[in-house]
């Protein structure tokens, strides 16, 4: 395993990361063996800053993510570190990590129709977090919430406190989840994939309501998402994942006008134009490798349309291409 | 140039994504589930009038349970003694009406033993699972291996028989099968997303388990209450049988029907009356029970829902 050096991959600013993740390895005993499906990513979150993770199902994003909150079921082995505000809390112990989910590191899900839970009212949720965690008391953390939910866009939020979740659209359902993952005021929101489950109209609110949010609460959001489209309108930088390892990593213009790998170039690539006629979509063709048996050269050389024979039997490292602008290829590619 | 390949072929609208989760039962509509069930309201009237019966006890009895008249032994039904009267002059009506009150008490408190240990068994089990589940759920096999009575026999062997200790013996017995259905929904439950979502706010485990779990897997464990409490009754009418169970004088059905017993051949009333009781009593929390499946169901009920409730 060459794990790319810690340095190379911080981006360039001069304040201390709020959230750094260094060589995070993930792995999850499978029948056919170990499976390492995360292998030594390194991640800086700045503080106010959107950092966007892109990659296919199963690149390791959202694991990755929930590796840092330390949600992975017990038999997920986590290696590497994770510092929040510079102090190490992988592995820390699970009294740390209570204090760190939602205080210090926030977490909205995917789906907001299986997020809240059913049989409780949305006050109640929303207020949980203040009344356990903040130690509010009733009446203060009602009124919270309810500043919680104006604040998130929803009309009438008094009133609304006292609905269940299925009384409540879609959108309305991940407002209230971004509301809940904001009601402690955390650093580093960390939001997976919230706008998947939503259709155009209702995913361009919660885009905006999130950098709304965002300009005004100066948290800093980690935004993983598998649409590159959405990604540009709101990130300041883009990671690029692909089986379990980070493929390229640049600022968003950066990455948009000047792809380095030819991954990121095939995800462009398989972006649809508006008002540009094609008879199919570009695809990637073929599938990520088996994380249990990866090619041994470039994990992505099976699928490359540009592969070498140095691809085959090298694996790159992770280097820098231009400022703040890493990529995981061998070859030079002209822009 | 394929133009074959250009044009999706027209074909019906794919099927919308997965429908959100049936919305919860409120109370109201089990209730109503329960009423438009026309089993459930018979259950629900037998049940009304033995919990008036148990209320009232004495008071509602035409006699004195205890009170023995020699003279009059062994008397078929008549308008004065309605069912009749015992090989000690005793009136089986007033016998079966105060019988009822301890048999609906010790039931209750039996699956109330129960129900606590078994659910919070079931809960810590599912919730923490690896060993934690290993240890607690093979005791509860091995408890779920002897027969029930045979159980409660033995437990009454070590303990002795009487009232309180029936009742211990039977909620024992009882207990593997709420700790059972507990874990299964437990199994299922954690794995929701909202339970991650709570976890990622740093809820702790006992606010997590009794908020979040607990509420969702109530509908089965509230049905296997109802079926429980008929089979607790049952168990009780058969240790009172044997003698383990309530002690003479207090009347019982399962000791009336033991005493009964001797006298089938002259005094069918002794017997037939309190085993109509066991019967009618657990028929109605049987069909209470089913009802209370059907209604809590959601697969069941999300044929009903998409017809009314889509807001």
Redo the contacts between chains.
């Keep these: 395993m060459t794990a790319p050096s810690a340095a190379s991959a911080t981006a360039p600013s001069s304040s201390a990361p709020v959230l750094s993740v260094r060589d995070l390895r993930v792995s999850f005993s499978s029948r056919r063996g170990r499976a390492p499906v995360v292998t030594g990513v390194d991640l800086d979150v700045h503080a106010g800053e959107t950092l966007a993770i892109v990659g296919e199902s199963g690149s390791g994003k959202s694991v990755s993510m929930l590796a840092v909150?330390g949600?992975l079921p017990?038999h997920a082995v986590v290696e590497g570190s994770v510092e929040v505000d510079g102090e190490q809390v992988l592995g820390a112990g699970p009294e740390r990590m209570?204090?760190?989910?939602?205080?210090e590191v926030?977490?909205v899900?995917?789906?907001p129709?299986?997020?809240?839970?059913?049989?409780?009212t949305i006050g109640?949720?929303v207020t949980?977090?203040l009344e356990?965690?903040l130690g509010l008391s009733r009446r203060a953390a009602r009124d919270r919430a309810a500043e919680l939910l104006a604040l998130v866009g929803i009309r009438d939020p008094q009133a609304r406190l006292d609905n269940?979740p299925?009384?409540f659209s879609g959108g309305m359902r991940q407002r209230v989840?971004i509301a809940?993952?904001l009601?402690?005021d955390p650093a580093v929101l960390i939001a997976d994939e919230p706008t998947t489950?939503l259709d155009v109209t209702t995913q361009a609110q919660i885009l905006d309501l999130v950098q709304d949010l965002q300009d005004r609460l100066g948290t800093a959001v980690v935004w993983v998402s598998h649409d590159l489209g959405v990604v540009a309108g709101i990130a300041d930088r883009v990671v690029v994942m692909y089986s379990g390892e980070i493929v390229e990593q640049a600022p968003v213009d950066a990455l948009y006008a000047t792809p380095q790998h030819p991954y990121t170039r095939g995800l462009l690539g398989a972006l649809p134009v508006l008002g540009e006629r094609r008879?199919?979509l570009a695809t990637i063709a073929g599938l990520p490798p088996d994380p249990v048996a990866r090619p041994s050269g470039c994990w992505f050389a099976p699928r490359c349309p540009i592969r070498a024979q140095a691809c085959v039997t090298a694996h790159p490292p992770l280097r820098e291409v231009g400022p703040g602008h890493l990529a995981r290829t061998l070859c030079e590619v002209a822009p | 140039?394929?133009a074959s390949?250009?044009t999706t072929p027209p074909g019906p609208d794919s099927p919308e994504?997965?429908p959100?989760?049936a919305?919860?039962s409120t109370s109201r509509e089990v209730a109503r589930a329960l009423v438009s069930h026309k089993l459930a309201v018979f259950g629900l009237v037998v049940l009304g009038l033995l919990v008036v019966a148990a209320v009232l006890g004495r008071t509602a009895a035409p006699y004195d349970p205890n009170a023995v008249d020699v003279l009059g032994r062994l008397q078929p039904p008549s308008l004065e003694h309605p069912f009749g009267t015992d090989d000690l002059g005793r009136d089986v009506l007033s016998r079966v009406l105060v019988a009822a009150r301890l048999s609906l008490v010790v039931g209750a408190i039996a699956v109330g033993i129960a129900l606590t240990v078994g659910v919070t068994l079931g809960l810590v089990a599912g919730y923490y699972?690896?060993w934690v589940d290993d240890v607690i759920m093979r005791v509860m096999d091995v408890l779920f291996a002897f027969p029930a009575i045979l159980l409660a026999i033995a437990i009454l062997a070590v303990l002795g028989p009487g009232v309180t200790n029936a009742m211990i013996a039977i909620g024992i017995v009882y207990t593997p099968i709420f700790a059972r259905v507990t874990r299964a929904s437990v199994l299922s439950v954690r794995e929701?997303?909202?339970?991650?979502?709570?976890?990622?706010?740093?809820?702790?485990d006992l606010?997590l388990l009794r908020?979040?779990i607990l509420?969702?897997v109530m509908a089965p464990i509230i049905v296997q209450t109802s079926l429980s409490l008929a089979f607790a009754i049952l168990s009780e009418a058969a240790l009172s049988f044997l003698g383990l169970g309530i002690q003479p004088p207090d009347p019982s059905w399962g000791r009336m029907l033991f005493e009964g017993r001797g006298f089938v051949q002259q005094a069918w009333w002794m017997g037939v009356f309190p085993g109509v009781a066991i019967f009618v009593t657990v028929l109605s929390f049987n069909v209470i029970g089913d009802a209370l499946r059907d209604a809590l169901d959601p697969r069941q009920r999300s044929a009903i829902e998409a017809r009314g409730a889509s807001?």
């Design positions: 909150l949600l017990s209570r204090a760190l989910r939602g205080r926030g977490m899900f995917q789906d129709m299986t997020s809240l839970n059913p049989v409780l109640r949720q949980e977090g356990e965690r269940y299925h009384q989840m809940i993952g009601s402690l489950a008879a199919e | 140039m394929t390949s250009a994504p997965a959100p989760p919305p919860r699972g690896r929701e997303v909202y339970v991650r979502a709570a976890r990622s706010l740093g809820v702790g606010r908020l979040h509420p969702n807001r």
